[in-house]
T-cell receptor, first 110, second 111 residues
């Protein structure tokens, strides 16, 4: 079993829809949680960083962490074609060595 | 303009050849990392360095080597011992606490 599981998709939604992305993990020692967006042939770009259970909002993006269920989510409201990318979840125990999900490919249709 | 730069953008390796990928950052970050990304897989850690003149092996260090002589620079050498080097290589850095930030990547192809 992988340490971090992420549904690879692909996920296709119409413009304006809510995109919901999830990762589950097995190691209860993970304390720091991140979401990255990666466009094709580019480096990952940090979207969200959190280290506590609950919700964190930044513009159209909401990150949710449920440590008791070992489950994290990213929601994108009012999705745009420019949100079409691969989304990677990442997490760590000690904030310096990350474990990544395989990434979910999202397409937002105009 | 602060950031992480990687060069070259594309690199071609011949059989038996060592090649070196460059990573430079001007963010004054202490820690630097090298990852390999293959299609359909998450990022896998090759090497990391938390301070100058010190580095540790990651999960897939065989066939790779690094150096950290300056805080700003963390070059990665893909040696001839790495039998399947074709991949997208990503460099990242971070402050002593906080998330990692990534460079634009280098795509390595074998001729």
């Amino acid at each position: 079993q992988k340490e971090v599981e992420q549904d690879p998709g692909p996920l296709s939604v119409p413009e304006g829809a809510i995109v919901s992305l999830n990762c589950t993990y097995s190691n209860s020692a993970f304390q720091y949680f991140m979401w990255y967006r990666q466009y094709s042939r580019k480096g990952p770009e940090l979207l969200m960083y959190t280290y506590s259970s609950g919700n964190k909002e930044d513009g159209r993006f909401t990150a949710q962490v449920d440590k008791s269920s070992k489950y994290i989510s990213l929601f994108i409201r009012d999705s745009q074609p420019s949100d079409s990318a691969t989304y990677l979840c990442a997490m760590s125990i000690n904030d310096y060595k990350l474990s990544f999900g395989a990434g979910t490919t999202v397409t937002v249709r105009a | 303009d602060g950031g992480i730069t990687q060069s070259p953008k594309y690199l071609f390796r011949k059989e038996g050849q060592n090649v070196t990928l460059s990573c430079e950052q001007n963010l004054n970050h202490d820690a630097m990392y090298w990852y390999r990304q293959d299609p359909g897989q998450g990022l896998r850690l090759i090497y990391y360095s938390q301070i100058v003149n010190d580095f540790q092996k990651g999960d897939i260090a065989e066939g790779y080597s690094v150096s950290r002589e300056k805080k700003e620079s963390f070059p990665l050498t893909v040696t001839s011992a790495q039998k399947n080097p074709t991949a997208f290589y990503l460099c990242a850095s971070r402050r002593d606490r906080g998330p990692q930030y990534f460079g634009p990547g280098t795509r390595l192809l074998v001729l």
